[in-house]
């Protein structure tokens, strides 16, 4: 659609903080102190949001297409979500897995139903995308072991997993030892062995890596499994296309390993369909052998998982083999199921495929020069910059009362709350047209 006609100074936009207020100051001050330097100093201090919008401790409004990295799917206070978590935290909020709650079992069968995963698949729980990827890989080394040639009591090999380029699963041990970022893993080095990484996009790169399986006497273990994102979204919201996931999908089948595929990001209709696998363009119409999921499935509420499809699969978790204290609590569970009946009842996940097609095509329509090209599905996209400005035009983009995502030098990263309207839309789209295109470089 066409922003000709919109001009940041009278669209109905937030606010926003020219500069840091008062109470921002203080606060910051304070973090400084008592938190560990991981996140550097964060850019403001929010006090409390509503819908698509949020404000900060001195009062100043803002427009989230950030979402807190893919994860508000409702936005803020969300009546239903409250609700479901005020009524859940009244009743029980955790209990321990020596028990189970109603709500922890529904949730589960509600997502196997939603990944369309066969019958006997099963679900495992965590608090986040990182620990969901940690059950992904061990399940995948417990099946390494079955492997012919896998055992190293028999004179075999450890079976190996493959990982690709630039992507990125999480920062503790074992996802970490599955990211690609040399600047994040090499100070934690050495990492998990048996991890190997080929070029993303690249089907000879993979076919060869398969190949090396046991030849001669340099020859390496058998390959367990596969782990990718569908859009490697902290490379810069890059999809890596159906034709190489098919091929991918191929490769596993012929040598019999797993393909994990990485939905923490692209999960729970955030790309236009409730998992990225689901979608034609984006995969081929392959089926994974595990998901993973987190961020927006609990509408901020840290939850995070990984779903088994098939019961021979699934069998090889057994009591004692995994296990997180508070995974699958009712309140997340209750949260969760909040989410996810909203997204059905509202049809949020066709609004995500709606608000993205207006939100590309405005971002190429507005005319700036500064930006390249965009690319995305749905509520996931990024825009290419044609000078490495990103945290600039970050920075001069929330001072004008949006927030949005410096995802690398050179491109923005958009992920607003599945809720996010026409208008909210055409609210960012006003203050993006109005970048200054002479921002310093990163």
């Not at 000709?4 to 008062?22: H, Q, W």
């Not at 055992?151 to 970490?176: C, D, Q, V, Y």
């Not at 993205?356 to 090209?373: I, K």
């Amino acid at each position: 659609m066409s922003t000709e006609s919109i001009d940041v100074s009278n669209a109905n936009v937030p606010a926003g903080g020219e500069t840091l207020g008062p109470n921002d100051e203080k606060w910051l001050g304070e973090y400084s102190q008592v938190h560990m330097n991981v996140f550097g100093t964060p850019l403001r201090v929010m006090d409390h949001g509503k819908g698509t919008r949020v404000w900060d401790i001195d009062g100043n409004e803002y427009l989230d297409f950030l979402a807190g990295i893919a994860v508000n799917s409702l936005g803020y206070a969300h009546p239903k979500w409250v609700e479901a978590v005020s009524e859940q935290a009244a009743k029980v909020a955790h209990t321990s897995n020596y028990f189970a709650t109603e709500p922890q079992i529904r949730l589960a069968a509600k997502l196997v139903e939603l990944a369309g995963a066969p019958e006997g698949s099963h679900v495992y729980f965590g608090n986040s995308g990182a620990e969901g990827n940690e059950a992904a890989l061990k399940l995948a080394k417990l099946y390494g072991r079955t492997l012919p040639g896998a055992s190293p009591a028999m004179g075999g090999k450890p079976a190996r997993i493959i990982a690709l380029t630039n992507g990125f699963h999480g920062r503790t041990l074992g996802a970490l030892s599955a990211t690609w970022k040399p600047a994040i893993r090499k100070p934690f080095e050495p990492l998990v062995p048996s991890i190997q990484f080929v070029r993303a996009g690249d089907p000879f790169a993979l076919y060869e890596a398969f190949a090396e399986t046991g030849v001669g006497h340099y020859g390496k273990g058998p390959v367990a499994a596969v782990i990718m994102e569908l859009i490697q979204g902290e490379a810069g919201v890059k999809p890596l296309g159906a034709d190489y996931v098919k091929q991918v999908r191929q490769m596993c089948d012929i040598h019999n390993a797993l393909l994990i595929i990485d939905e923490v990001q692209t999960g729970i209709g955030r790309t236009g369909s409730w998992f990225a696998f689901q979608r034609e363009d984006l995969s081929g119409g392959i089926t994974p052998d595990m998901v993973t999921f987190a961020k927006g499935v609990a509408g901020g509420f840290p939850m995070g998982g990984m779903i088994a499809f098939g019961s021979k699969l699934s069998a090889l978790f057994t009591p004692g083999s995994h296990g997180s204290t508070f995974a699958g609590n009712p309140l997340g569970a209750a949260a969760a199921l909040a989410t996810l009946s909203v997204i059905e009842r509202d049809g949020l996940v066709a609004n995500a495929e709606e608000r993205g097609c207006q939100l590309r095509e405005g971002l190429m329509a507005t005319g700036n020069p500064l930006y390249v090209s965009v690319r995305g599905r749905g509520l996931l996209d990024a825009v290419e910059l044609s000078h490495p400005c990103a945290h600039a035009a970050m920075n001069w983009c929330l001072e004008h009362g949006l927030i949005v995502n410096a995802v690398r030098a050179d491109a923005l990263r958009f992920a607003p709350p599945l809720i996010v309207s026409e208008q909210d839309v055409d609210d960012a789209l006003a203050i993006l047209k109005a970048v200054p295109t002479d921002l310093p470089n990163d």
